[in-house]
Nanobody, 126 residues
Framework: QVQLVESGGGLVQAGDSLRLSCAAS????????MGWFRQAPGKEREFVAA???????????YYADSVKGRSTISRDNAKNTVYLQMNSLKPEDTAVYYC????????????????WGQGTQVTVSS
């Protein structure tokens, strides 16, 4: 497992942009698929995006339909950090955003992720 710490959340207006960061501990960061999930009040935790790295193909990224085209997930293995850049934010993007890590390939299923951060609140006002 890795230790994960998110940052970058806040209160923004609709249409604004925000970049979330997730710093990970451990020396094998590059071996993990890194994902972002979110949970709005009264709703289940849902997949947002994931990134998987390998030395032959670099980053492979995956997005939920709800954020595709508005968000970009990226990772810096040298800094043990994964980012989620979110643009054109909408009020429905309001949620606590969690960073997560898993071994092996990517998944939209939160239960398959082994490590979780504490979450960072994103609030988008209309």
């Amino acid at each position: 497992q890795v230790q994960l710490v998110e940052s970058g959340g806040g209160l923004v207006q609709a249409g604004d942009s925000l970049r979330l960061s997730c710093a990970a501990s451990g020396r094998t960061f590059g071996d993990y698929t890194m994902g972002w999930f979110r949970q709005a009040p009264g709703k289940e935790r849902e997949f947002v995006a994931a990134v998987r790295w390998n030395r032959w193909n670099g980053d492979s990224t995956y997005y939920a339909d709800s954020v595709k085209g508005r968000s970009t997930i990226s990772r810096d293995n040298a800094k043990n950090t994964v980012y989620l850049q979110m643009n054109s934010l909408k009020p429905e993007d309001t949620a606590v955003y969690y960073c997560a890590a898993k071994s092996g390939g990517w998944s939209t299923t939160s239960a398959l992720y082994d490590s979780w951060g504490q979450g960072t609140q994103v609030t988008v006002s209309s």
